[in-house]
């Protein structure tokens, strides 16, 4: 095998794997947002139950006061009762009790129903929070090993391309020009395998005398159809 093309096989292995760990890089941001948003969405679950609880506190308090201005009238009609001499006056104002005592029950109704809705929120609620806190320190575990794995990519790529540069030493410029060329245009393979004379980078036969001219190893051969180096594999 000529000499130049062992070494554009060692480049091609080393940007074949630079290449995987280059894609692998470029998703890790997406896996690190998509990650972040697991987080958020079950945070937002949780605050949507909380929310409800606090909502009802409100309404409770709304009704505290309106059941408290309503005894207070109660209190009211009672004291002008005693102090007034008409019969009428005296009915009417026991009409005003009755109504406002039968609005204080349905107050009071209601702030039963509330204190039973939160009853019911609250192992809700509870149960929301450990699943949140679960999601949490797995998704957050899960975080830190995307940031391990960028560390030791990142490392490894270093490692690679200072490995890489030894195999482009005593090449011709056009002869790696070429080669970078057709790795990016080729899906990272510039170099081609002859086997039984079909290239196999194209699946094309090639001519007999083409399939000399590799087994002969005296010159680069490219691959009429595909333009890919060919060798024939050890
Ligand atoms: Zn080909």
Redesign the pocket.
């Known amino acids: 095998m000529l000499d130049v093309i062992e070494k554009l096989l060692a480049l091609q292995d080393r940007d074949q794997r630079l290449r995987a760990f280059q894609s692998e890089l470029a998703h890790l941001p997406d896996e690190r947002k998509a990650r972040e948003k697991q987080i958020a969405n079950s945070a937002a679950r949780l605050e949507q139950a909380k929310t409800r609880v606090k909502e009802i506190e409100v309404e409770k308090k709304t009704l505290e006061l309106e059941a408290q201005s309503k005894r207070d009238a109660v209190g009211r009609y009672k004291t002008q009762q005693l102090q007034t001499r008409k019969n009428e006056e005296y009915t009417a104002l026991a009409h005003e009790v009755e109504a406002a005592e039968k609005a204080i029950r349905a107050i009071e109704d209601k702030e039963l129903d509330l204190m039973e809705e939160v009853e019911q929120l609250k192992p809700q609620i509870s149960a929301a929070e450990k699943i949140h806190a679960g999601e949490k320190a797995k998704i957050e575990q899960v975080l830190a090993g995307l940031d391990a794995r960028k560390t030791n990519l990142d490392a490894r790529t270093a490692e690679l391309k200072a490995d890489r540069a030894r195999f482009t030493e005593g090449v011709d410029e056009d002869v790696l020009e070429r080669y970078e060329r057709l790795f990016q245009t080729k899906n990272g393979t510039a170099l081609?395998p002859l086997e039984h004379e079909v290239?196999?980078?194209?699946?094309?036969k090639?001519t007999t005398q083409t399939g000399v001219q590799v087994k002969s190893a005296k010159d680069i051969v490219h691959?009429?159809?595909?333009?890919?180096v060919?060798y024939l594999p050890a």
């Open positions: 081609s290239c196999m980078g194209c699946h094309m090639v691959c009429p159809q595909c333009g890919r060919l």
